[in-house]
T-cell receptor, first 114, second 111 residues
Framework: QKEVEQDPGPLSVPEGAIVSLNCTYSNSAFQYFMWYRQYSRKGPELLMYTYSSGNKEDGRFTAQVDKSSKYISLFIRDSQPSDSATYLCAMSPFSGAGSYQLTFGKGTKLSVIP | EPEVTQTPSHQVTQMGQEVILRCVPISNHLYFYWYRQILGQKVEFLVSFYNNEISEKSEIFDDQFSVERPDGSNFTLKIRSTKLEDSAMYFC?????????FGSGTRLTVV
C-alpha cells in the first residue's frame, strides 16, 4: 500500500464551482498536513498547513483533516481560472531531528473552465 | 514576500559530469532541504540539513550526492557523476516552523 494516495485527475470544473481534493494515507505517524499548489514547471507553493484534526479556513480555501480515517481534503470555493494548477498533498511525522521530511501525493491536476 | 532562490533554472550536462545546484534559502530559516521530481512522478525527499549537518537523507541520496552550506547563505547540492536517471526537477526548500517554502527548481537534463 502506498503511503499517500491522491487521485491524479485530471479534474475539470466550471468557474465558480466548489472543488474537493482528497488524499488518503496509511502511516499513522503522520502529524502535519499540507496542501501545495504547483503551476507547470514551477516549485510547490504552500497553501495550507494543519496539525490537528478538524477544519482550517483561509479565504476561499478550507483544509480538513480526519486522522481517524487517515483522510485529508482541500475545498476551494468560488473556483477561478487562476486556480488551474496541480494540487499536492504532503504530510510528515513528528521528527525528533526536527527535519519533518515530507511525503507527497502524486498531485491532482485541476482545470477551472471560464 | 521572502523567497527561496535557485540557480540555474535549467542545466544540461553530459553523463558522468559533476553538477552543482545552488540555492539561497530564506535568511532566518533554520532547516534546509533538497527534493526532486522526475517528470510525471511524485516529489521525493532527498536530504534535510540543520545546524550545518545532514539530519536525514533518503535512499536516493547515495554517495554520489553531497550538500554544503559554504557561507551561511548559499545551500548547494552536488552530484558527482551524473547518470541519465538523475534527470529531474530539483527543488530546494527551507523552513523555520510550519510549512516549507520551495524554490522554483532547477531542471537538470543529463544527456
Amino acid at each position: 500500500q502506498k503511503e499517500v494516495e491522491q487521485d491524479p485527475g485530471p479534474l475539470s470544473v466550471p468557474e465558480g464551482a466548489i472543488v474537493s481534493l482528497n488524499c488518503t494515507y496509511s502511516n499513522s505517524a503522520f502529524q502535519y498536513f499540507m496542501w501545495y499548489r504547483q503551476y507547470s514547471r514551477k516549485g510547490p507553493e504552500l497553501l495550507m498547513y494543519t496539525y490537528s484534526s478538524g477544519n482550517k479556513e483561509d479565504g476561499r480555501f478550507t483544509a480538513q483533516v480526519d486522522k481517524s480515517s487517515k483522510y485529508i481534503s482541500l475545498f476551494i470555493r468560488d473556483s477561478q481560472p487562476s486556480d488551474s494548477a496541480t494540487y499536492l498533498c504532503a504530510m510528515s511525522p513528528f521528527s525528533g531531528a526536527g527535519s519533518y521530511q515530507l511525503t507527497f501525493g502524486k498531485g491532482t491536476k485541476l482545470s477551472v473552465i471560464p | 514576500e521572502p523567497e527561496v532562490t535557485q540557480t540555474p533554472s535549467h542545466q544540461v550536462t553530459q553523463m558522468g559530469q559533476e553538477v552543482i545546484l545552488r540555492c539561497v534559502p530564506i535568511s532566518n530559516h533554520l532547516y534546509f532541504y533538497w527534493y526532486r521530481q522526475i517528470l510525471g512522478q511524485k516529489v521525493e525527499f532527498l536530504v534535510s540539513f540543520y545546524n550545518n549537518e545532514i539530519s536525514e537523507k533518503s535512499e536516493i541520496f547515495d554517495d554520489q550526492f553531497s550538500v554544503e552550506r559554504p557561507d551561511g547563505s548559499n545551500f548547494t547540492l552536488k552530484i558527482r557523476s551524473t547518470k541519465l536517471e538523475d534527470s529531474a526537477m530539483y527543488f530546494c526548500a527551507s523552513r523555520l516552523q510550519g510549512g516549507y517554502t520551495f524554490g522554483s527548481g532547477t531542471r537538470l537534463t543529463v544527456v
